[in-house]
């Protein structure tokens, strides 16, 4: 077993490796711009096909270093906003802003920048399935990084550590339950410290013991790296224990409230309420717009 000292020494070097291979300085846009903000989603129009719009006109401002929750029931555009800053699509209207700079769907060389900064735990995992454990954490320092066998091997374990997931590294990923893969999913997030980790449903299938782990090791990767996350969840309870601020999205596409984890707690607003609540009876429907059901049954005269 490496020393200590010479692990930390083997992940420095690998940190200032990272460094040396900065993405090309690309034009930026007016100083207008709030720096305090590495992420600006400005006015954004967005819908996969003409019928339906997912987002509408939405605002939002994720600030360098935080912890922001992106909060709401299902369809109302949160995975499609995470889409959008990492350039999957193009909005329709408005832009979406990183570090200054507009993101540009055409512009490959700029997404393969961002995209270097960006670490992304998927809502499903989106596991390699022929890969085993450590290979698919090892999967991004392999494809960004030019380390030896021996430093990936120091960083992958030091990975799945921080997951309580060291000791199934050898695994297939048919041989590990739900809750193991969405963790495992996290530790390749942070594979490579972004500054940026973007979190689509990060308690999905977890135990209770899990969740208070995942929740606590994004607090603890966020402060200690200085990394800016975004966290999309239905978890309002766990959100609210770590996030520094929220966005409330709804049905439509729109943002009906944010502000920090406590504000939104005292809020008398019914939308803003019955969904911190749960409850089951208030403005938000439970049911997808729709004609009547007996229309549908063709039993209206």
């Known amino acids: 077993m490496l020393h200590a000292q010479t692990v930390s020494g083997k992940v420095r070097a690998a940190k200032l490796l990272f460094r040396l ?46 912890v922001t929750a992106i909060l709401g029931g299902s369809g109302c555009g949160k995975t499609t906003l995470l889409r959008l800053i990492g350039g999957v699509y193009r909005p ?34 989106a596991l390699f399935t022929d890969l085993s454990v450590y290979e698919n954490v090892a999967f991004p320092l392999r494809e960004h990084m030019d380390l030896s066998e021996s430093m990936i091997r120091d960083i992958v374990l030091m990975k799945l550590n921080a997951v309580g997931l060291r000791g199934a590294a050898q695994l297939r990923i048919a041989e590990v339950s739900g809750g193991m893969a ?5 530790a390749r997030a942070v594979a490579l410290d972004p500054e940026v980790i973007m979190y689509d449903e990060p308690f999905a299938g977890l135990d209770p013991i899990s969740m208070g782990v995942t929740a606590n090791l994004i607090r603890r990767l966020n ?33 009906v409230a944010h502000g ?11 939308q803003v309420r019955q969904f911190i609540r749960g409850e089951p009876d208030g403005p938000i429907k439970f049911h997808y717009p729709a004609p009547p059901f007996a229309e549908a049954l063709g039993l209206q005269p």
Do not use: W
Not at 96 to 113: H, K, S
Not at 225 to 244: K, N, P, R, Y
Not at 260 to 267: D, G, T
């Open 21 to 66: 291979q900065p993405p090309a300085p690309l034009t930026r846009l007016d100083a207008g711009l709030n720096s305090d903000n590495l992420i600006q989603i400005d006015h954004v129009t967005f819908g996969y096909d003409a019928s339906r719009t997912i987002l509408n006109d939405v605002s939002l401002q994720f600030a360098r270093g935080k």
């Open 92 to 125: 329709q209207q408005g832009r979406v802003i990183f570090d200054g700079e507009e993101v540009d769907t055409r512009n490959r060389e700029q997404l393969y920048a961002i995209r270097r900064r960006l670490g992304m735990l998927f809502q499903f995992g």
């Open 182 to 186: 969405r963790r495992i999913a996290l």
């Open 223 to 255: 402060d200690t790296t200085g990394a800016t996350s975004l966290m999309v969840s239905h978890d309002v309870q766990e959100c609210f224990a770590i996030a520094d601020y929220a966005y409330l999205m709804m049905p439509g596409g729109v943002v």
């Open 260 to 270: 920090k984890p406590e504000e939104l707690n005292q809020s008398t607003d019914p």
